[in-house]
């Protein structure tokens, strides 16, 4: 499996410049950034992006807790959030929790671990035990549909 390093050394260029061809083409001259490109397509490189998402520190995934999908206003409210969240280059990670406390936390946790960027609850409950808080005293949520009492996350 061919690696940056590779593509790199096919081009001429250094690993730093390809990199930047990848992640940020507008900065690259045209000429790089097609002798970058065709080497990319020369040793077949796929980028790692469990690497990627670990230096830049963002999954792009969004985790949504939705008490049941049988309900059509709720199929509506994610139709339109997946739309939303794929324009800006996010994926839903959707979890039909059937009301459940205990697979609302379980999903919860995947924003407390870093496998997800922010949490989406279709239901008036925190899904975040008090182990699950970062160093701020939150972690990203948003309330849609219902109110949650305490006040403490925004609610769309």
């Known amino acids: 499996m061919a690696n940056i ?3 790199a050394e096919s081009a001429g260029v250094s690993v730093a410049t390809v990199s930047r ?5 507008e900065r690259v001259s045209p000429k790089t950034r097609n002798k970058v490109m065709a080497a990319v397509q020369a040793v077949g490189y796929k980028p790692n992006l469990m690497a990627v998402k670990f230096r830049s520190g963002k999954t792009h995934n969004l985790v949504v807790l939705v008490p049941t999908v049988a ?3 709720f199929a509506r409210v994610i139709s339109g959030m997946q739309e939303a969240a794929a324009e800006l280059g996010y994926s839903i990670l959707l979890a039909n929790t059937l ?3 205990e697979i609302e936390s379980h999903y919860a946790k995947m924003v407390s671990t870093s496998q997800a960027d922010g949490l989406i609850q279709l239901r008036a409950h925190n899904p975040f035990d008090a182990t699950m808080i ?3 005293g939150l972690l ?3 309330n849609a549909c219902e109110v949650i009492d305490d006040g ?3 609610v769309v």
């Open 152 to 154: 403490q996350y925004p």
């Open 140 to 142: 990203p949520m948003v």
């Open 5 to 7: 390093r590779d593509v």
């Open 21 to 25: 061809t990848l992640q940020q083409p």
């Open 134 to 136: 970062n160093d701020n």
């Open 99 to 101: 009301g459940n406390s």
């Open 71 to 73: 309900n059509v206003f």
